[in-house]
């Protein structure tokens, strides 16, 4: 499969799938969604694959929305009906169920500026490894939309609920290793060392009996289940289409037709 905005590259069984827009600091698009959302579902028809890595190319993961093309903004004109505009905003929940339906082992490697959604990308991953340097901003309440993507209960379940409220609500920035001690990431590295220690922990659990992997992830995603309020998250694409329309009570309340 081709990518416009991906690097999909596999060794054995370690794949790695990059954010490729370098030099925007990877923003994330409808297009990038929908492409992350291919590249997870191509891997998971290859059972060889043990391990996803997932990263971006140049100095940032990702540093959120793309301005231009924000993820989940209703389509323009009269042709976006209310079925396209309600896909556009679920995309963002989509492509953290298909990351979350991996059977391969995934992992996050995280720096630079990691921004609302990514932040969301990264959660969605088995493990997260970041460089000290990265820097990490949840600031959707202050841009006047809620956090959707299911993303406040899957941040809660990580750092707990009182951590999770003041993330999303005082929309304050936060380095890596604050990251750590929430609980967010996993291991906190020197730079240089990111990719090194990232590629040994891919080489190790693809060495890993794979039964025993494929197993052990199931229970702690059957678990998972219980925490992100099941089906629920997905009223966060009409959150989200809310806060973006033009006429929000329009988009959730359509005008009924005459003699209706």
């Known amino acids: 499969m081709a990518y416009e905005t991906l690097i ?6 370690i794949a790695r799938v990059w954010l490729n827009r370098p030099a925007q600091h990877n923003p994330l698009s409808g297009r990038v969604l929908e492409e992350l959302i291919g590249a997870f579902t191509e891997l998971q028809g290859q059972p060889q694959t043990a391990v996803v890595i997932l990263g971006g190319r140049g100095p940032s993961f990702s540093a959120g929305a793309d301005r231009k093309d924000p993820p989940g903004r209703p389509p323009s004109g009269d042709g976006g009906s209310a079925r396209a505009r309600r896909y556009a905003a679920q995309l963002g929940r989509r492509v953290l169920q298909a990351i979350e339906r ?6 996050a490697r995280l720096h630079g500026h990691v921004i ?3 932040v969301l990308l990264g959660l969605a991953c088995d493990l997260r490894v970041a460089a000290q340097s990265a820097s990490f901003w949840i600031p959707e309440v202050d841009l006047g939309v809620p956090l959707t993507w299911g993303g406040a209960p899957r941040l809660a379940r990580e750092v707990g609920m009182a951590r999770a409220k003041e993330l999303i609500l005082l929309c304050d920035r936060f380095d890596a290793a604050s990251a750590g001690r929430y609980g967010m990431i996993n291991r906190v590295v020197a730079d240089d060392a990111l990719d090194r220690t990232v590629y040994e ?4 659990l693809a060495a890993k009996p794979p039964w025993a992997v494929h197993m052990t ?4 995603r059957a678990y998972a289940r219980t925490t992100v309020l099941g089906d629920v998250t997905e009223l966060d694409g009409d959150l989200l289409g809310a806060a973006t329309a033009e ?5 959730l309340f359509p005008a009924k ?3 209706a």
């Open 8 to 13: 999909v590259e596999s060794e054995g069984p």
């Open 102 to 107: 991996a059977e391969a082992i995934t992992i």
């Open 116 to 118: 609302g959604g990514a």
């Open 201 to 204: 922990w891919a080489r190790r």
């Open 217 to 220: 992830k199931s229970q702690f």
């Open 247 to 251: 006429d929000p009570t329009r988009f």
């Open 257 to 259: 037709k005459q003699g």
